[in-house]
T-cell receptor, first 114, second 117 residues
Framework: ETGVTQSPTHLIKTRGQQVTLRCSSQSGHNTVSWYQQALGQGPQFIFQYYREEENGRGNFPPRFSGLQFPNYSSELNVNALELDDSALYLC?????????????FGSGTQLSVL | DQQVKQNSPSLSVQEGRISILNCDYT??????FLWYKKYPAEGPTFLISISSIKDKNEDGRFTVFLNKSAKHLSLHIVPSQPGDSAVYFCAAPRRDAGGTSYGKLTFGQGTILTVHP
């Protein structure tokens, strides 16, 4: 069973740039959720993708966008990077309809915006 | 609006003793709660959960207690081991208008647990 993998592990960008983060879901899972974890805080829900469509969004501006592909992998895109976007970005996969609400997280991408 | 709160940023205990991690919530619509554990450079991993129809759920050394009237839950680890040293998050599913939530969790800020040998 392949777990959730994210790439890259670390990334440094400058303010105003754009970034793309990637996630491969665990085998058998069809839903991908993205979370932002700022230093000293808990993960915050960004959005979720199911059937290649956005299915729910947290309190994040439109410059945060995503994609899900037919193989259930996903991308998170952030445009016009701001200093406050510096955080650990976590991808989590799950099976749609699973009532146990259990998510399987990747190790994350640490983004630093200078 | 912080609907799930962990007011203790850190907790230090001796190996073999009990660790008690606390979590408060404000949204009375939450009907399911989860605890996740996170080691450095790793993603959070699921630890234990509890439905609001129960007041206790046990899994080996880990027990979660839920007090709905106080909107409070706690995670007990007995006995604590050095390998338990990690950040612990409590979380609850965010329900949308259709009542579904799959994969959309609201997390607390986390508590850093350190277990000393």
């Amino acid at each position: 069973e392949t777990g959730v993998t994210q790439s890259p592990t670390h990334l440094i960008k400058t303010r105003g740039q754009q970034v793309t983060l990637r996630c491969s879901s665990q085998s058998g899972h069809n839903t991908v959720s993205w979370y932002q974890q700022a230093l000293g805080q808990g993960p915050q829900f960004i959005f979720q993708y199911y059937r290649e469509e956005e299915n729910g969004r947290g309190n994040f501006p439109p410059r945060f966008s995503g994609l899900q592909f037919p193989n259930y992998s996903s991308e998170l895109n952030v445009n016009a990077l701001e200093l406050d976007d510096s955080a650990l970005y976590l991808c989590a996969s799950s099976l749609w309809g699973a009532t146990n609400e259990k998510l399987f997280f990747g190790s994350g991408t640490q983004l630093s915006v200078l | 609006d912080q609907q799930v709160k962990q007011n203790s940023p850190s907790l230090s205990v001796q190996e073999g003793r009990i660790s008690i991690l606390n979590c408060d919530y404000t949204n009375s619509m939450f009907d399911y709660f989860l605890w996740y554990k996170k080691y450095p450079a790793e993603g959070p991993t699921f630890l234990i959960s509890i439905s609001s129809i129960k007041d206790k759920n046990e899994d080996g050394r880990f027990t979660v207690f839920l007090n709905k009237s106080a909107k409070h839950l706690s995670l007990h680890i007995v006995p604590s081991q050095p390998g338990d040293s990690a950040v612990y998050f409590c979380a609850a599913p965010r329900r949308d208008a259709g009542g579904t939530s799959y994969g959309k969790l609201t997390f607390g800020q986390g508590t850093i647990l350190t277990v000393h040998p």
